[in-house]
Every structure is written in structure tokens, then in C-alpha cells.
């Protein structure tokens, strides 16, 4: 039976749960600890003032949520797509504090999903040292594709990246979305983006010239691989 886990992400009006609001949630899907091209995203409309110092943090104006669904109106789809299946968060305390609170007072109960706080993880393996987002990025060598502001889809994507370093060693290289995801955080829609998602795996698995030497350089770089020692 396959695993399945989500990682997500949320961008919020500010930092208290009991006043502020969610406007952007972002969720990817692993698979067996394989980044799959499922994913969830929504902007919302919070029906309340964004505060400045969240604005800076992920550039979302009020004017750019005019029109967007309210949480109630995404609620059901988005207990739909996390079902009962565990879902990974950076610092989850802040994001579940405010899903709970959205749901609560959309009629819903609270999750009762398992979350794994990849902030725990990271403290074990780097003690005493600058453990958010983009410091491990830096320190797991995972390609950083923010570009000016925090994105829920994007920063979710870059956990995964570093969930399966701390976790499993894996790392993404191939980079299939992270092109789309660079223009989705410059210009905070998802028309394109959604359209890479529609793409038939045949067409995904045609890999560029420059991929295919970036992977042979990948190899030639590697020491003592597993299959020279093989006779």
C-alpha cells in the first residue's frame, strides 16, 4: 500500500491565530517519499486588512484577494484532498493554530491528521543553529527558488525538498516544477503553474540536453558510487 504524506504551507493576514486569517494555503504530495505532481492551492479571501508587516513577508495585497473564495467556501475541498493522511509543516504549531481556528469557525472539527513538525527534526540534526526554511535550504543543498516573497505553494515545495534530505537523504534534482513555481511567486497567479500539472508523463520524461549533462556531471562528480564496486 502506497504512503502518502502532504506538506504544507500557509501565508496568513499576521501571527495571532485568534485575530489574523488565512490567506493562501499551499499543500504537495509525497508518495512513497516521491514528490508527485498532486498538489492543493488556494488563495482566500481573508475579509479582513492584511497587516504591513505580513504584506512584506508574502507580497499579498488585499486588492490581489478581491474576488478569491472566503475559507468557508474551500473548506470541505481542502479537508477532501489532506484526508486522514499525515501532513508535514515547518513550525506546525503557527499553521494548525490557524487551520483549526478556520475550521472551527466554519462548523468543521479540528484535524486529527498525524503532523510531523520538521522543525523538531532539524533541531536534532542542527542543535543550536538557525534552522527556518531558507538556512536549510543553505545547509541541505536544496535549490532555493524564492525569489522575492514567501509563497504557501513554493515554501511547501522547497519542504519537501528538505524533508527528504533530513529524512532519507534524497535529494530532487530534476527540478520539473521549480521553473513554474519562480514565476508563481513573482506574479502570484497559478494559470501556468496549474497548466504544468496537466502535462501527460510521457512529455515529463523527455528531459532536456542541458538536464542530460547535468546528470552525467552529477556522476562523473560522485565518489566511489555503489555500482563501480560492482563486478
Request: overall charge positive; glycine content about 4%.
Amino acid at each position: 500500500m502506497q504512503k502518502r504524506k502532504l506538506i504544507l504551507d500557509t501565508e496568513t493576514t499576521g501571527l495571532n491565530f485568534d485575530n489574523d486569517r488565512i490567506i493562501e494555503i499551499g499543500i504537495v504530495e509525497l508518495i512513497d517519499n516521491v514528490l508527485t505532481q498532486n498538489y492543493f492551492h488556494e488563495y482566500i479571501n481573508p475579509e479582513m486588512n492584511i497587516s504591513i508587516s505580513a504584506q512584506k513577508v508574502h507580497g499579498i495585497s488585499n486588492d490581489f484577494l478581491i474576488g478569491k473564495p472566503t475559507f468557508n467556501q474551500i473548506a470541505k475541498k481542502f479537508l477532501d484532498f489532506v484526508k486522514d493522511d499525515t501532513i508535514i509543516i515547518h513550525n506546525a504549531e503557527f499553521d494548525t493554530n490557524f487551520i483549526n481556528k478556520e475550521l472551527q469557525n466554519c462548523g468543521f472539527h479540528n484535524i486529527k491528521n498525524s503532523v510531523i513538525d520538521t522543525i523538531k527534526i532539524a533541531k536534532k540534526e542542527f542543535p543550536r543553529q538557525t534552522v527556518n526554511l531558507d538556512s536549510l535550504c543553505k545547509k541541505l543543498d536544496v535549490n532555493n527558488t524564492r525569489q522575492d516573497f514567501h509563497g504557501a505553494l513554493l515554501d511547501a515545495t522547497l519542504l519537501s525538498k528538505v524533508y527528504l534530505k533530513l529524512t532519507t537523504g534524497k535529494q530532487e534534482n530534476l527540478n520539473l516544477i521549480d521553473k513554474k513555481l519562480v514565476n508563481l511567486n513573482k506574479n502570484k497567479e497559478t494559470k501556468h503553474f496549474k497548466l504544468n500539472f496537466s502535462v501527460p508523463r510521457k512529455k515529463l520524461m523527455n528531459i532536456s540536453d542541458y538536464e542530460k549533462e547535468q546528470h552525467e556531471s552529477f556522476i562523473i562528480e560522485m565518489k566511489n558510487p555503489l555500482w563501480k564496486k560492482i563486478k
